[in-house]
């Protein structure tokens, strides 16, 4: 489903990323983690093109996505992106939130767009909540509304950047659940992280990054137990 073959992006004379390669699977689940600032979040925003590689090739769904006249929306549309902090539109409701891309971006209907937004709130467990105004919610609560909304668009591909990261440590498992669950569907997911249980839990793959490489690729097992990289080491032993 991605593919990165000698990836590098710079940020004007910052080299940021820097040979990636790495294959995603259909329905498979990768975490990334790393130190800050080691790229995980340009890495993943590269994906959905929210970043532009400098060299390289990225393919998506069998679309080179770095080519010219790549159809920016289509491979938007195909791709769900949950980032830390959740992004809700604060003045229109859960249920608007949900409903607003699929009629703006798909077209569908509103009465359809209703059914399918209660469907996903249903799945993340807040239907309840669907006339609350996103202030109104717990983190936890917002964030689940925001993979609800990623889910509304159909996408074959869910990408989150440290989605737990601004939640209290009560609600994190909440939303861990879902993404468990995803998982669980054949969904294919990048997800960026430091809840190391899930990595280890959920994770068919461990990617590890250290100042733009990729220093590491393992099984969760394997990486955990007895990671190869020295650097690696280091990080686990500190975050552990
Ligand atoms: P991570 O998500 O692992 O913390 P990032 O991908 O956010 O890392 O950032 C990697 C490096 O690139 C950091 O040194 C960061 O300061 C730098 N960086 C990120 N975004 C930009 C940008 N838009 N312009 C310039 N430098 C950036
Ligand atoms: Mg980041």
């Known amino acids: 489903m991605i593919s990165f073959h000698q990836v590098q992006k710079h940020y004007g004379s910052f080299h940021v990323l ?9 329905g498979e689940v990768v975490v990334v983690i790393g130190p800050s600032g080691s790229g995980k979040s340009t890495l993943v925003r590269c994906i959905n093109q929210l970043e532009k590689i400098t060299s390289g090739d990225l393919i998506v769904d069998n679309v080179k996505v770095n080519g010219r006249g790549t159809d920016l929306n289509k491979l938007r549309r195909e791709i769900g992106m949950v980032f830390q902090h959740f992004n809700l539109y604060p003045h229109k409701t859960v249920l608007q939130n949900i409903t ?23 799945k993340v467990g807040i239907a309840e909540k669907a ?17 609800a909304r990623g889910l509304a668009m159909k996408p074959k591909i869910m990408l989150f950047d440290e989605p737990t990261s601004a939640l209290d440590p009560e609600t994190i498992g909440e939303v861990l659940d879902i993404m ?20 280890r839990e959920v994770a068919d793959r461990i990617v590890f990054m250290d100042q733009g490489r990729i220093l590491e690729e393992a099984h969760p097992r394997d990486f955990f137990s007895q990671p190869r990289e020295e650097r690696a080491r280091l990080f686990l032993s500190r975050i552990l």
Do not use: C, W
């Open 18 to 26: 820097k040979d990636i390669n790495l294959r995603v699977n259909l």
């Open 180 to 199: 468990k669950t995803l998982a669980k569907e054949g969904m294919t997911m990048v997800v960026v992280t430091h809840e190391m249980g899930f990595a």
């Open 131 to 147: 006339g609350s105004y996103p202030a109104q919610l717990s983190g936890g609560q917002q964030q689940r509304v925001a993979i």
């Open 100 to 122: 607003l891309a699929p009629v703006k971006v798909l077209g569908v209907s509103e009465t359809e767009a209703k059914e399918t937004a209660m469907f996903y709130l249903q």
